[in-house]
């Protein structure tokens, strides 16, 4: 499982399960056009009826299964975000992005990880 990262030097391949950067990927990485009608939305990422937004409050997601009815807030222990990406193939496989590091959920966003490999400026990432 890896994962496309655009950064402020470059776009990079991530392997998510052993945490390593893998290569300079030659395919920009572009944020998902998804529309969410929450004040502060920094970035949003859906598949299905999941969709979760990056807010600038604390804490810094909100998560809604149901399309966009309901929103539940997530992630207190995160640190202020900047990208989000929803695995198309597991939406419950969710990998946030802060300044300059990966966080990766694996159960819908109720627990996260913090991958080792730093980046530099993290602007958008995607599931490769």
Same mark, same amino acid.
């Given at each position: ?59 810094? /997601?909100?998560? *809604?299964? $149901?399309? !966009? +009815?309901? #929103? ?5 222990? @995160? =640190?202020?975000?900047? %990208? &989000? ?16 590091? /990966?966080?990766? *959920?694996? $159960?819908? !966003? +109720?627990? #996260? ?5 730093? @980046? =530099?400026?993290?602007? %958008? &990432?995607?599931?490769?």
């Amino acid at each position: 499982m890896n994962a496309f990262v655009r950064t402020t030097r470059g776009c990079w391949l991530v392997d998510l399960e052993t945490e390593e950067l893998l290569e300079a990927a030659e395919d920009d990485v572009s944020a998902p056009d998804v529309h969410v009608s929450l004040p502060r939305v920094v970035a949003a990422a859906a598949s299905g009826s999941t969709v979760v937004a990056v807010v600038d409050r604390r804490p810094p /997601l909100a998560v *809604s299964y $149901d399309a !966009g +009815r309901t #929103w539940h807030e997530s992630g207190g222990g @995160l =640190p202020k975000g900047t %990208a &989000i990406a929803i695995d198309a193939e597991n939406p419950d496989r969710i990998l946030y992005a802060a300044r300059n590091r /990966l966080f990766l *959920s694996e $159960d819908g !966003g +109720r627990f #996260w990880r913090a991958l080792v490999v730093e @980046l =530099p400026e993290i602007e %958008a &990432i995607a599931f490769a």
